[in-house]
């Protein structure tokens, strides 16, 4: 993802403007995956592994189901983009995913080059597909958006927040930012 800016840096300002935000105290960028979708259990494996790290695995089988929804539409945006998905000389398209964690709330970030952007439909109930941002909207209590890329190339960031009220403390986090729950005139 050439060109792109580094994920889980900038931050939509009430303006619509993408603009640096604070640093989040636990942050793991995948590298860059073909948008393939063999590449879909290696986004699971490592969402699973990153958070095994982080102390917070009770948010495992979330993650994993919000993460391979996001991951999904990707790489079927990738697929339909007009990019060439292989071939000799030809560039594929990649999927980029990023985790980002603080006391609040699991962020997941998915950036991937396909022009569009997502869109919450209802499906009817014997559709094989059109449920997947039902399911991130219903996972992440409404908590997802999306933004574009800031480079040349056409691309989107589509991000899925869980909230984290419900896990453990990590140590990892305790001794990362200070409990906000415990700094008067903090939100």
Same mark, same amino acid.
């Given at each position: 993802? =050439?060109?792109?800016?580094?994920?889980?840096?900038l931050?939509p300002?009430?303006?619509?403007v *993408?603009?640096?935000?604070a640093?989040? @105290?636990l942050?793991?960028?995948?590298? @860059? *995956?073909?948008?393939? @979708?063999?590449?879909?259990?290696?986004?699971?494996? +490592?969402?699973?592994?990153?958070?095994?790290?982080?102390d917070?695995? =009770?948010?495992?089988e979330?993650? !994993? #189901?919000?993460?391979? !929804? #996001? %991951?999904?539409? %990707?790489?079927?945006?990738a697929?339909?983009? &007009?990019?060439?998905?292989?071939?000799? &000389?030809?560039?594929?398209?990649? $999927?980029? $995913?990023?985790?980002?964690a603080?006391?609040?709330?699991?962020?997941? !970030?998915?950036?991937?080059?396909?022009?569009?952007?997502?869109?919450? /439909?209802?499906?009817?109930v014997?559709? +094989?597909?059109?449920? &997947?941002?039902?399911?991130?909207?219903?996972m992440? +209590?409404?908590?997802?958006g999306w933004?574009?890329?800031?480079s040349?190339?056409?691309?989107?960031c589509?991000? %899925? !927040? $869980?909230?984290?009220?419900?896990?453990?403390?990590?140590?990892? #986090?305790?001794s %990362?930012?200070? =409990? /906000?729950?415990a700094? @008067?005139?903090?939100?």
């Amino acid at each position: 993802m =050439n060109g792109h800016v580094y994920p889980g840096s900038l931050r939509p300002a009430p303006d619509g403007v *993408l603009r640096p935000g604070a640093p989040w @105290p636990l942050s793991n960028v995948m590298t @860059p *995956l073909s948008a393939l @979708p063999s590449a879909l259990s290696c986004v699971r494996a +490592e969402v699973r592994a990153a958070l095994t790290r982080w102390d917070m695995s =009770n948010l495992t089988e979330a993650a !994993e #189901l919000v993460v391979t !929804e #996001l %991951a999904t539409n %990707a790489v079927r945006a990738a697929g339909r983009s &007009g990019q060439p998905s292989s071939g000799l &000389g030809r560039p594929t398209p990649v $999927i980029l $995913i990023c985790l980002l964690a603080d006391r609040v709330r699991l962020r997941i !970030e998915t950036w991937d080059q396909a022009p569009g952007f997502p869109v919450l /439909r209802g499906a009817p109930v014997d559709a +094989e597909f059109g449920r &997947g941002l039902a399911l991130v909207d219903a996972m992440t +209590e409404g908590r997802w958006g999306w933004h574009p890329t800031l480079s040349a190339q056409v691309g989107k960031c589509v991000w %899925a !927040e $869980i909230p984290v009220r419900d896990a453990p403390a990590s140590p990892l #986090l305790a001794s %990362a930012v200070p =409990n /906000r729950a415990a700094t @008067p005139g903090t939100n």
